[in-house]
């Protein structure tokens, strides 16, 4: 259990990033941690599902902090996250089950590849969005397919879904910290119902190591929340305060270096 401290620099980083960017934290989390049970030398049967499971429980409490202090600054529609919410869950559920189905190594090229496409977005896109615009409230089939679509591919990769909610909120006239905090909301019950799916998938499964809680670490989840719960606030204050261009440039290029790390790692 000393492995704690070895996760408290992770939870600050990542759950800057958290409330800067509505991001839950778990597109920082899932890499790193992959790396970090690498040298601690973790089965690799269970290294890939032990990152993903582990994130989500993480991003369950980074994103209850970032909500908080978004809720304070009103910048969380709530009765978007009422109708989105069941989906969301749903899409968690369907995605937990889907990644106990696939290899490991399967789940890092996919994680590898998603990785890539989220930093080539973010180098291409406008970071300012026009603020007071007329917000549209989304048809329940729209958040039908938007909230499962979320929920199901974030469960799989060990992540919020902010990546996917945001251009969402924003393409019907949401103000972009607008839709960063309720993105962050999103993230609770997508990431609750995902950690769920992977503790019962790894219950029984014989190559877990000691301390973990189905597919979930407990050393890595106690020293990341420790410290990412108090630096989610702080990023959500940054985020109603920077000019988030350099940010998010230097975002994505940290994203890109993951993504070819875990590519090379995969087919090595």
């Not at 690498?38 to 049967?45: F, K, P, Q, S």
């Not at 409490?61 to 809720?71: I, K, M, N, P, Q």
């Not at 749903?90 to 590898?112: R, Y």
């Amino acid at each position: 259990m000393t492995e704690i401290f070895l996760y408290l620099p992770l939870g600050v980083f990542a759950g800057i990033l958290a409330g800067l960017f509505g991001i839950g934290g778990g597109i920082i989390f899932v890499p790193v941690l992959l790396l970090g049970f690498e040298l601690i030398d973790m089965n690799r049967a269970v290294l890939a599902h032990l990152a993903i499971g582990t994130s989500l429980a993480c991003v369950v409490f980074t994103g209850l902090s970032s909500t908080v202090a978004h809720h304070k600054r009103g910048a969380v529609m709530w009765p978007w996250v009422i109708c989105m919410g069941p989906f969301l869950v749903a899409g968690g559920v369907i995605g937990g089950w889907t990644a106990d189905q696939l290899p490991g190594h399967i789940l890092i090229v996919i994680l590898a590849t998603f990785l890539l496409v989220m930093s080539f977005q973010l180098f291409i896109k406008n970071p300012v969005h026009s603020e007071g615009g007329t917000i549209r409230m989304p048809s329940i089939p729209v958040f039908a397919f938007a909230g499962t679509l979320t929920g199901w591919i974030s469960s799989m990769m060990g992540i919020a879904g902010g990546a996917f909610t945001v251009p969402v909120m924003t393409s019907h006239g949401a103000p972009v910290r607008d839709a960063i905090g309720t993105a962050s909301a999103f993230g609770i019950p997508t990431a609750f119902a995902g950690a769920i799916s992977f503790i019962v998938a790894g219950l029984d499964h014989p190559e877990r190591p000691d301390w973990a809680f189905g597919y979930v670490y407990m050393p890595a989840l106690i020293g990341i929340i420790a410290t990412s719960t108090v630096s989610a606030r702080l990023g959500a204050r940054l985020a109603h305060s920077l000019d988030q261009k350099l940010l998010q440039r230097l975002f994505a290029t940290f994203l890109a270096v993951l993504s070819a790390r875990l590519i090379w790692t995969s087919v090595g």
